[in-house]
């Protein structure tokens, strides 16, 4: 294994170098098809930072090294594989801004989101597979200039994690290599095809696991939150000449969020394999400018210079449109069902 390989290869792919992987392994299905995403993600932790310790991407993450699909570039993330068998204790200090610490296990189970002011303790018995957690911290900066960073940076640090134990993470199971591989493609196809609902996906227990909504929502974007805490709405058109890049816009009254706490919106545009391919790839509430009467105009693509909130997409381009903190989750389900169902994407021409 080279100096800079963790066992995580272009655009996600598992590779052979990664521990709970080799070929002929335990062969990978719908069944098993998330525990092994996630010991993906778990082994390549531990390999860059060992047990019990956070990772964080102090610049953001950088476009030329991209390993989480469809990530998330509008707050910091930090990164840890703790140990949960004799149990673990998070401390978020207060912030102003939004910092959200995920806890989940192998399953992709959510067992806990911190934020600012809160402790929580994650006990063995609140794990649903093995024994090792994934903390998964967000955190947005005052402003991204240097002082903004900075300070971004001191809250990062602030965050205190207390595990009782510190072995380093093992799967329990060797995964077979090559099955993973095909049926993590395939899953990835099918989510962009098929229209993966993430409110569907990410769950907070095994008991709402929904097939294959489950599959494809955690192999297509690893990482998310459950409905309450953050809401994902898949962005894409049927329309061919949106698809091949022409000038197109989307017009939109902004969800119902708690802003006041922090929450807020963004649009992210990805290639057709879900990876950040362009230079103007995000907007959010924070930076974007709004209609005279309160709506939102994103453009994609525009011929003109003055075009409101542009983003620049590729071919088959598909979009997160991302909601923190909703006033509900049946709130921001019926904005969902109303931004996908009556604002599409229309050429400009």
Not at 12 to 18: F, H, M, P, T, Y
Not at 142 to 166: F, I, L
Not at 194 to 210: M, R, T
Not at 253 to 271: A, E, F, H, K, Q
Request: hydrophobic share 35%.
């Amino acid at each position: 294994m080279s100096e800079t390989d963790f066992g995580v290869g272009e655009l996600g792919v598992a590779l052979e170098s990664n521990p709970a992987f080799e070929r002929g392994g335990v062969a990978v299905t719908m069944e098993n098809v998330v525990r092994a995403e996630t010991a993906k993600y778990l082994s390549e932790e531990t390999l860059k930072s060992g047990p019990n310790r956070f990772r964080h991407e102090r610049e953001g993450i950088q476009l030329n090294a991209q390993t989480v699909i469809r990530s998330n570039f509008d707050m910091i993330y930090s990164y840890g594989v703790f140990d949960g068998a004799a149990g673990v204790t998070i401390n978020v200090p207060d912030y102003e801004f939004l910092q959200l610490v995920q806890v989940f296990d192998e399953n992709h189970v959510t067992l806990d989101v911190v934020t600012p002011g809160r402790t929580a303790h994650i006990s063995p018995s609140d794990i649903t597979h093995g024994g090792h957690i994934y903390l998964f911290m967000r955190t947005q900066p005052p402003s991204y200039d240097h002082d903004g960073m900075e300070m971004m940076r001191q809250r990062q640090d602030s965050v205190t994690v207390e595990a009782e134990s510190a072995r380093p993470y093992a799967s329990d199971v060797t995964y077979d290599l090559d099955s993973f591989n095909a049926l993590r493609f395939d899953l990835l196809r099918r989510a962009v095809e098929e229209v993966a609902q993430p409110y569907l996906g990410f769950i907070e227990s095994l008991d709402d696991i929904n097939v294959p909504q489950y599959q494809m929502v955690n192999l297509a974007g690893w990482g998310g939150l459950p409905v309450r805490h953050a809401h994902y709405i898949p962005i894409t058109s049927e329309d061919a000449r949106v698809l091949a890049g022409d000038p197109s816009s989307v017009t939109f009254t902004p969800p119902r969020l708690r802003y006041d706490d922090g929450g807020y919106w963004s649009m992210t545009v990805y290639s057709e394999d879900g990876w950040v391919a362009t230079d103007r790839f995000n907007t959010n509430s924070n930076r974007a400018t709004p209609n005279a009467d309160g709506t939102y105009t994103l453009t994609f693509n525009p011929d003109d210079p003055d075009a409101p909130n542009p983003l620049d997409v590729a071919e088959n381009w598909n979009g997160l449109f991302r909601c923190y903190l909703p006033e509900s989750p049946e709130g921001i389900l019926d904005f969902d069902k109303d931004f996908v169902g009556n604002h599409p994407i229309l050429p400009l021409t």
